[in-house]
């Protein structure tokens, strides 16, 4: 089993930076590839980043490439993403999730999920 809760939402200005943390425990998440998701209101949960087990390779949704980089640190058990140069389109609930094997953008491929952390961007 893995545990996963995320932290480091809130409410920022179009153009402003936010870094959000998913702290993870549990025998095998050093193994786990990590994504991040989000949920808007109203509309399906979409894929924003992965990151292999070692951090050696990521993948990123077209509509944040160039703006959010998500890392891992797993000496602190914890996977960062960090989110610049934010758009009021960005708004949303955004999930942690880990899943055994190689880096995967669907949401059904994922094993475990946190509970999520809002990001609010105002225009």
């Known amino acids: 089993q893995v545990q996963l809760v995320e932290s480091g939402g809130g409410l920022v200005q179009a153009g402003g930076s936010l870094r959000l943390s998913c702290a993870a425990s549990?025998?095998?998440?050093?193994?786990?590839?990590m994504g991040w998701f989000r949920q808007a209101p109203g509309k399906e949960r979409m894929f924003v980043a992965a990151i292999t087990w070692n951090g050696l390779s990521t993948y990123y949704a077209d509509s944040v490439k160039g703006r959010f980089t998500i890392s891992r640190d797993n000496t602190k058990n914890t996977v960062y993403l960090q989110m610049n140069s934010l758009k009021p389109e960005d708004t949303a609930v955004y999930y942690c999730a880990a899943r055994v094997g190689g880096i995967q953008s669907g949401s059904d491929e994922y094993d475990y999920w946190g509970q999520g952390t809002q990001v609010t961007v105002s225009s």
């Open positions: 549990g025998r095998t998440w050093s193994s786990c590839a």
